[in-house]
């Protein structure tokens, strides 16, 4: 099943920092009305997030490698 990921930006709040803007990536199916896999609070960084989310439409990252692909790019 073909995969599309995508970054969405949402309004956060942190009693240290108080609020901010962080950036989720979400993984939808083209067979599938709603998300395969979101995870959120990904980064504040948002050229970050928007090379992470085309790397993995590029290479047609699949859902169950998301998390351990997103941890690596962060390092």
Do not use: C
Request: glycine share 4%.
């Amino acid at each position: 099943m073909p995969i599309s990921y995508f970054m969405f930006r949402r309004k956060k709040y942190a009693p240290e920092v108080g609020t901010y803007y962080s950036y989720d990536i979400v993984a939808y199916g083209l067979l599938h009305q709603g998300p395969v896999q979101i995870l959120q609070d990904v980064s504040t960084d948002a050229e970050l997030v928007f090379r992470m989310v085309m790397a993995f439409n590029r290479y047609s990252l699949s859902p169950l490698h998301l998390k351990d692909a997103v941890l690596d790019m962060l390092e």
